[in-house]
């Protein structure tokens, strides 16, 4: 569904990828797992369109991503749920919502969109007149989540949803991302949240410092001792 | 003393609603400034300046070629919009990515070039519409129906902008656009459309209050430098980009403007209305309705 080659990406005269490839197929949940500073954001920006790579190419389902306007990505069934959610705080949560469904395909069908994230997201429906900056982070990500479900994609891209949040609330939106999975919706979601993350993924990779260093199979990368040393502290 | 009292109570009543009417007008002024300074993040010095092409729109259409002044407004409306999204286009757009005080200077640059061409254009002589409307008396008080309409109708561009940023996916845009600028992609929404759109809502509204202030006031190509800085002093005491703020201080403006009008002349009014300015920067520098961050 979606693939990169040999992506250069950076910011000024700073490279944060160094040639990576990556592909996500037709209804896989990948992961990136990795430490602080590797790169694992921008990979998401280069996908959505939010930064354009220097080098290499993506394409999603044929199309090329790098020849669409940044605008037009989210019309190829790329929605991105970006770094600490970045809802709009001071407009309710219905509006962050209708912000979800903006392009004319999807606004056609916002209110069976609308029906659907209340469905999965009781919580929503109960706060929809509230501002989306004044719930808690638990419910801000449910939110960020549901604004992307809105344009009805193809391929969703998490970053980083246990960032900031409690314990108990990482193990909800892991569950969460375990039914949006369930319901076919292809996933690709970066985490420093190497053991949970591992748990709801087919596949992962390991990024460091802008490189791949590895990938494999959940099962492959909890039995990795690199890994293991690195990221899960047994 | 009985005498007085009444009399001065019905003045007393006039003046202030005089200056609700007026305030109606002024919170319109102030609407369409903060609208792009809200959510473009840029200040349109020369926004009087757009007003007062749009005074001369009607001055023309109505006095010189006889448009009824109900065909000619819309059309004045459409003309000054128009100028917003050129505006925006031609000197907002290239500049978004400078310094602030580049964008006031450019802005600033075509404040003059507009005076400078109404200059050449139609002559430094005051014009006045030639539309006489009767006054409204009430028992002791008058109103004048010029007054009243340039209320009700900013009262219902208000409403209008209102509705529109409420209901609308592009005015939802608006809105959320002054909020997170960098994930506005994410939503699909293209955030040069967005500005152009919202230029020409400001222009728009620049363009109504032209249609109602060529009512009240001759036009001359000077005009924007009576309108411009209340305007400007009205957006900075409600907090520039609060709209909820200036339609506040516009009122809070108009009854001082109106009230120590009363009381001495009218220029005293707007004396009151800047010194209260100045100390309330000093009390409130973010504006009446400052959000604590």
Same mark, same amino acid.
């Given at each position: 569904?979606l693939?990169?080659?040999?992506?250069?990406?950076?910011?000024?005269?700073?490279q944060a990828?160094?040639g990576? @490839?990556?592909?996500?197929?037709?209804?896989?949940?990948?992961?990136?797992i990795?430490?602080?500073?590797?790169g694992?954001?921008?990979?998401m920006?280069v996908i959505?369109?939010?930064?354009?790579?220097?080098?290499?190419?993506?394409?999603?389902?044929?199309?090329d991503?790098? #020849?669409?306007?940044?605008?037009?990505?989210v019309?190829?069934?790329?929605?991105?749920?970006?770094?600490n959610?970045?809802l709009?705080?001071?407009l309710?949560?219905?509006?962050?919502?209708?912000?979800?469904?903006?392009?004319?395909? #999807?606004?056609?069908h916002? @209110?069976?969109r609308?029906?659907?994230?209340f469905?999965?997201?009781?919580r929503?429906k109960e706060?929809?007149?509230?501002?989306?900056?004044?719930?808690?982070?638990?419910?801000q990500?449910?939110c #960020?989540?549901?604004r992307?479900?809105?344009?009805?994609?193809?391929l969703l891209?998490?970053?980083?949803?246990s960032?900031?949040?409690?314990?108990?609330?990482v193990q909800?939106?892991?569950?969460?991302v375990?039914?949006?999975?369930?319901?076919?919706l292809?996933?690709?979601?970066?985490e420093?949240?190497?053991q949970?993350?591992?748990?709801?993924v @087919?596949? #992962?990779?390991?990024?460091?410092a802008?490189?791949?260093r590895g990938?494999?199979?959940?099962?492959?990368?909890?039995q990795s001792?690199?890994?293991?040393?690195?990221y899960?502290?047994? | 003393?009985q005498a007085?009292?009444?009399?001065?109570?019905?003045?007393?009543?006039?003046?202030?609603?005089?200056?609700?009417?007026f305030?109606?007008?002024?919170?319109?002024?102030?609407?369409?400034?903060?609208?792009?300074?809200?959510?473009?993040d840029?200040?349109?010095i020369?926004?009087?300046e757009?007003?007062?092409?749009?005074?001369?729109?009607?001055?023309?259409?109505?006095?010189?070629?006889?448009?009824?002044?109900w065909?000619?407004? &819309?059309?004045?409306?459409?003309?000054?919009?128009?100028m917003g999204?050129?505006?925006?286009?031609l000197v907002?757009? &290239?500049?978004?990515?400078? &310094?602030?005080?580049?964008?006031?200077?450019?802005?600033?640059?075509?404040?003059?070039?507009?005076?400078?061409f109404?200059?050449v254009?139609f002559?430094?002589?005051f014009?006045n519409?030639?539309?006489q409307?009767?006054?409204?008396?009430l028992?002791e008080?008058?109103?004048?129906y010029a $007054?009243l309409?340039?209320f009700?109708?900013?009262l219902?561009?208000?409403?209008?902008?209102?509705?529109?940023?409420k $209901?609308?996916?592009?005015?939802?845009?608006? $809105?959320?656009?002054?909020q997170d600028?960098?994930?506005?992609?994410?939503?699909?929404?293209?955030?040069r459309?967005?500005?152009?759109?919202?230029?020409?809502l400001?222009?728009?509204l620049?363009g109504?209050?032209?249609?109602?202030?060529?009512?009240?006031?001759?036009?001359? &190509?000077?005009i924007?430098?009576s309108?411009?800085?209340?305007?400007?002093?009205i957006?900075?005491?409600?907090?520039?980009?609060?709209?909820?703020?200036?339609?506040?201080a516009?009122f809070?403006?108009?009854e001082?403007?109106?009230l120590g009008?009363?009381?001495?002349d009218?220029?005293?009014?707007y004396?009151?209305?800047?010194?209260f300015f100045?100390?309330?920067?000093?009390?409130r520098?973010?504006?009446?309705l400052s959000r $604590?961050?």
């Amino acid at each position: 569904m979606l693939t990169l080659k040999s992506v250069d990406a950076g910011y000024g005269s700073f490279q944060a990828l160094f040639g990576v @490839d990556l592909e996500v197929k037709a209804g896989e949940a990948v992961g990136v797992i990795g430490p602080n500073g590797a790169g694992k954001t921008t990979l998401m920006r280069v996908i959505s369109g939010l930064i354009r790579p220097r080098k290499g190419s993506i394409a999603m389902q044929g199309t090329d991503v790098l #020849a669409t306007p940044a605008h037009r990505i989210v019309s190829l069934g790329i929605a991105h749920v970006p770094e600490n959610r970045r809802l709009f705080p001071r407009l309710t949560v219905e509006d962050n919502l209708k912000m979800g469904a903006f392009m004319p395909e #999807a606004r056609r069908h916002h @209110d069976e969109r609308l029906a659907f994230v209340f469905d999965l997201f009781p919580r929503m429906k109960e706060r929809r007149h509230q501002l989306a900056g004044t719930m808690s982070g638990g419910e801000q990500q449910m939110c #960020a989540i549901g604004r992307a479900l809105m344009s009805d994609p193809k391929l969703l891209l998490l970053d980083e949803p246990s960032a900031g949040l409690a314990p108990v609330v990482v193990q909800q939106v892991f569950e969460l991302v375990k039914r949006i999975r369930a319901g076919g919706l292809t996933v690709l979601i970066v985490e420093q949240n190497v053991q949970q993350v591992l748990r709801v993924v @087919d596949r #992962a990779y390991l990024l460091e410092a802008g490189t791949i260093r590895g990938s494999g199979t959940a099962a492959e990368m909890l039995q990795s001792d690199t890994i293991k040393q690195a990221y899960l502290g047994v | 003393m009985q005498a007085f009292l009444d009399i001065f109570d019905i003045y007393l009543l006039e003046t202030v609603i005089n200056g609700i009417l007026f305030g109606g007008v002024l919170a319109l002024l102030a609407l369409g400034l903060n609208l792009i300074f809200g959510v473009i993040d840029v200040t349109w010095i020369c926004y009087a300046e757009l007003i007062m092409i749009g005074m001369y729109g009607m001055y023309y259409l109505v006095h010189v070629y006889g448009v009824p002044y109900w065909a000619a407004a &819309p059309m004045c409306i459409l003309l000054v919009a128009g100028m917003g999204a050129l505006l925006h286009f031609l000197v907002i757009a &290239p500049l978004l990515s400078s &310094p602030p005080i580049n964008q006031l200077l450019a802005t600033g640059g075509v404040l003059f070039f507009l005076q400078s061409f109404a200059t050449v254009a139609f002559g430094v002589e005051f014009h006045n519409i030639g539309i006489q409307l009767p006054v409204l008396r009430l028992g002791e008080m008058n109103f004048s129906y010029a $007054r009243l309409l340039s209320f009700a109708a900013a009262l219902i561009g208000m409403v209008a902008v209102y509705v529109f940023m409420k $209901r609308t996916y592009v005015g939802t845009a608006i $809105r959320a656009i002054a909020q997170d600028r960098q994930i506005m992609a994410l939503m699909g929404v293209d955030t040069r459309r967005i500005y152009l759109i919202t230029s020409a809502l400001g222009g728009g509204l620049a363009g109504l209050a032209a249609c109602l202030l060529v009512l009240l006031y001759d036009v001359h &190509p000077f005009i924007g430098l009576s309108i411009g800085p209340i305007t400007f002093l009205i957006c900075v005491l409600g907090g520039l980009g609060n709209f909820i703020g200036g339609f506040v201080a516009a009122f809070v403006f108009a009854e001082i403007i109106s009230l120590g009008g009363m009381f001495s002349d009218l220029e005293w009014g707007y004396v009151l209305a800047f010194g209260f300015f100045i100390v309330m920067m000093f009390i409130r520098p973010a504006g009446l309705l400052s959000r $604590r961050s």
